[in-house]
């Protein structure tokens, strides 16, 4: 159990365009769900937290306007990269929290998002 | 504030010999405690956690971890490493009263045949 998947598993783009990523919860409930980046070789940085049915919260640094979060039920959650531009080419990585044990993080497999 | 610190950016042991991979903690309150592993272009993969309870927690794939709260640690180990074992591995804490999981920088292992 505990299984998130992610949609597409890699994108190219052109720049300007805008680019939607799926999370999905496949086989729970998930309260929370969370939006990283990961950058080669480096460790994970939070872009944003959501909670179903409210607003995203961004951290420090992340535009919340570029970075679209929609959260429309406990099983998924999207990433829109608005007007996207070469230097937003990075690994996108969700994750979710269950019901039933909300201090574990389950991740997707990660979204690859080149923009030319 | 809470913190992670991974002091080896790399790990090489051979196949069948024991393996460690160190990680230390920071935060103001109580820790969940995590490892995930990391294999290329992949997401991270659960592998086990420290709630409360057993200062020795097991995982997935053989591998366990040590809570010690004096020496503020959460090394992750497995008695025989497999050459499947070579990853990049994350340890990760969250303070109870927080809903963030802040990571380490991320222990890159290999495992030679």
């Known amino acids: 159990g505990a299984v998130v998947s992610q949609h597409p598993s890699r994108v190219i783009c052109k720049s300007g365009t805008s680019v939607k990523i799926e999370c999905r919860s496949l086989?729970?409930?998930?309260?929370?769900m969370f939006w990283y980046r990961q950058f080669p070789k480096q460790s994970l940085m939070l872009m944003a937290t959501?909670?179903?049915?409210?607003?995203?919260?961004?951290e420090q640094g992340v535009e919340k306007d570029k970075f679209l979060i929609n959260h429309a039920s406990l099983t998924l959650s999207t990433l829109t990269v608005t007007s996207a531009h070469p230097e937003d080419s990075s690994f996108y990585i969700c994750s979710a929290e269950r019901l039933e044990a909300e201090e574990t993080q389950y991740f997707g497999p990660g979204t690859r998002l080149l923009v030319l | 504030a809470q913190s992670v610190a991974q002091p080896e950016d790399q790990v090489n042991v051979a196949e069948g010999n024991p393996l460690t991979v160190k990680c230390t903690y920071s935060?103001?309150?109580?820790?969940?405690l995590f490892w995930y592993v990391q294999y290329p272009n992949r997401g991270l993969q659960f592998l086990l956690k420290y709630i409360t309870g057993d200062n020795l927690v097991k995982g997935s794939y053989g591998f366990e971890a040590e809570f010690n709260k004096s020496q503020t640690s959460f090394h992750l180990k497995k008695p025989s490493a497999l050459v499947s074992d070579s990853a990049l591995y994350f340890c990760a804490v969250r303070d109870r009263n927080d809903y963030k999981l802040s990571f380490g920088a991320g222990t890159t292992v290999t495992v030679r045949a």
């Open positions: 935060v103001s309150g109580n820790p969940y």
């Open positions: 959501s909670n179903e049915g409210s607003k995203a919260t961004y």
């Open positions: 086989d729970f409930q998930a309260t929370t």
